[in-house]
């Protein structure tokens, strides 16, 4: 007998099974541990990569810029399609294009060594399209396959992964890009490539094994706009989603220039190669792997004051990050800084997703996407110039007061500063 979304979510009410026992959980859960382990060695070889190529920091926030923007280009209609559309097709079709547009710079690489800037954003702009209109399918998928008592449990495992995976795959990178790395540059950005191609492929396969994951909704369908709107305007409605969104442009911006920044730090203040970089990687991860378990039993019910409190410890953090010359004492503040951000992220996320009824999901997580999002590519773009002016002490304090001041205004709203998690779990399972 073939089983429902709805029926695997709503057997056994009573009862809290582990959430491997959901099958469809599972399988979102492992496709995107394969994918994002790939999706790790890439990032880090590609922006060592754009320096190596033009030995320019600020060529680098132009490509960071151009990864950016797709999330603003095609923010309306992701959101739509994963309102109106498949959300499991959407995710294998996002697998498979990931997949061929990797694979095909991978030989390209190989065969030009060194592609031009114009190719490298292109490339860099195509890849990121794919994920824009993966994440709100994604994300609206997850509180279908679970049920509302188990949200929770399942974003903290989300978060979870998505830190062991970086970690694991910086700690590789430690061990084997630098023999990799001393024998071919050209070899080392080849097989990492191709490597991150295979795991859309992978994904792909346990994409497939979902169970359809059609919107619930009802009516005729609108133009694209207007159905867009309609997530604006149900923001718009909910305080708590507004002063979140504000917060997230807001930190977003001010954030962007952190990993040029480290990049630019390995290279010229430690004068170390991309292991080095690969190892103060895994302190941040480590920290937001502890903290994502932490926060599964932690039960925090204060949602806005810890959304505000944990993103203000993170940002004190930063400060030694300035100033330090020892990739040690760098690695331990990243770490603390990683540790900070699950209790202070899986909260909000979850109680955003229970705000939200399935008919709006994927538009209302696009909306969000999208407004922190359209002012990534000018913090990015801003990343060289505020190193050129500012030098990466004075860059390191434009981030913490950055995240700082916002993180303490947000608590001046009554709305955000009350919301419960409790009540909203309460409510969404009656």
Request: proline residues 6%; charged residues 15%; glycine residues 6%.
């Amino acid at each position: 007998m073939e089983h429902t979304v709805d029926s695997l979510v709503e057997a056994q009410p009573d009862k809290k099974p582990s959430l491997f026992a959901n099958e469809g959980f599972r399988n979102l859960w492992i496709g995107q541990m394969i994918s994002q382990f790939g999706d790790v060695l890439h990032a880090l070889v590609f922006l060592w990569m754009i320096l190596e190529v033009t030995g320019d920091p600020n060529k680098m926030g132009i490509v960071g810029a151009f990864e950016a923007l797709p999330p603003i280009v095609f923010a309306v209609h992701a959101g739509v399609w994963a309102d109106r559309h498949d959300r499991k097709k959407i995710l294998v079709w996002m697998d498979w294009l990931s997949m061929s547009l990797v694979i095909g710079f991978a030989f390209l690489v190989y065969g030009v060594k060194t592609p031009s800037l114009p190719v490298v954003c292109a490339f860099a702009f195509a890849l990121k399209s794919m994920s824009a209109f993966a994440m709100p399918a994604r994300s609206a998928a997850l509180p279908r396959l679970v049920p509302a008592n188990q949200l929770v449990q399942a974003t903290a495992l989300n978060s979870t992964l998505q830190s062991v995976m970086p970690l694991i795959g910086n700690a590789l990178s430690a061990l084997v890009l630098q023999v990799i790395f001393a024998l071919s540059k050209t070899m080392t950005y080849f097989v990492t490539f191709l490597f991150n191609g295979a795991t859309f492929f992978v994904s792909a396969l346990f994409m497939l094994r979902l169970p359809s994951l059609i919107p619930e909704r009802e009516g005729e369908r609108k133009s694209t706009w207007n159905e867009m709107k309609e997530g604006i305007h149900f923001i718009r409605d909910v305080p708590f989603l507004r002063v979140a969104i504000a917060l997230s442009v807001s930190l977003n911006f001010f954030v962007a220039p952190f990993m040029p920044t480290c990049v630019v730090v390995t290279k010229q203040r430690f004068n170390s190669e991309p292991s080095v970089l690969a190892l103060l990687e895994v302190g941040f991860f480590l920290g937001m792997a502890v903290g994502s378990m932490l926060t599964m039993k932690a039960k925090i019910k204060r949602v806005g004051i810890a959304f505000s409190a944990f993103l203000s410890l993170a940002s004190l953090m930063m400060i030694p990050m300035g100033y330090t010359h020892s990739p040690l004492v760098f690695g331990i503040m990243n770490f603390l800084c990683g540790l900070c951000i699950p209790p202070a992220a899986i909260p909000i996320n979850t109680l955003t997703q229970l705000k939200t009824p399935d008919a709006l999901r994927g538009r209302v997580n696009s909306a969000l996407s999208m407004a922190s999002m359209m002012v990534m590519p000018i913090g990015m773009a801003l990343s060289g110039v505020l190193l050129k002016y500012l030098g990466i002490t004075g860059t390191f304090w434009y981030m913490v007061l950055g995240l700082l001041v916002p993180s303490l205004l947000g608590l001046l709203n009554r709305d955000f500063r009350m919301a419960l998690m409790e009540g909203e779990m309460q409510t969404a399972g009656e």
